[in-house]
């Protein structure tokens, strides 16, 4: 079993910057992939980025390249992801999620365990 909870979102003017947060527990961190997804009002959960186990894995969605970075310090199990530039369309509540594997993965069906979700609204 794998406890998430996801922290640091907030409202920030379009051009801004956040960084979320994502503390895990239960099992060890380091064997699992990790992945943010967001989920705008009446949209489907999207995939937004990933990382491997040990952090030499990165992917993300085309809409965030170049402005978002995700990373992970396993010795305080805990994934981050900093938002740079941030567009009025980036806002939605994101997810943080536990991978069922070492390897990352972009689909929702690749990870196990989510967290409550963090709200993110860029105003512009």
């Known amino acids: 079993q794998v406890q998430l909870v996801e922290s640091g979102g907030g409202l920030v003017q379009a051009g801004g910057s956040l960084r979320l947060s994502c503390a895990a527990s239960?099992?060890?961190?380091?064997?699992?992939?990790m992945g943010w997804f967001r989920q705008a009002p009446g949209k489907e959960r999207e995939f937004v980025a990933a990382i491997s186990g040990r952090g030499t894995i990165t992917y993300y969605a085309d809409s965030v390249k170049g402005r978002f970075t995700i990373s992970r310090d396993n010795a305080k199990n805990t994934v981050y992801l900093q938002m740079n530039s941030l567009k009025p369309e980036d806002t939605a509540v994101y997810y943080c999620?536990?991978?069922?594997?070492?390897?990352?993965?972009?689909?929702?069906?690749?990870?196990?365990?989510w967290g409550q979700g963090t709200q993110v609204t860029v105003s512009s």
């Open positions: 239960g099992r060890t961190f380091s064997s699992n992939a």
């Open positions: 999620a536990a991978g069922t594997g070492i390897t990352p993965t972009r689909t929702r069906y690749g990870y196990g365990y």
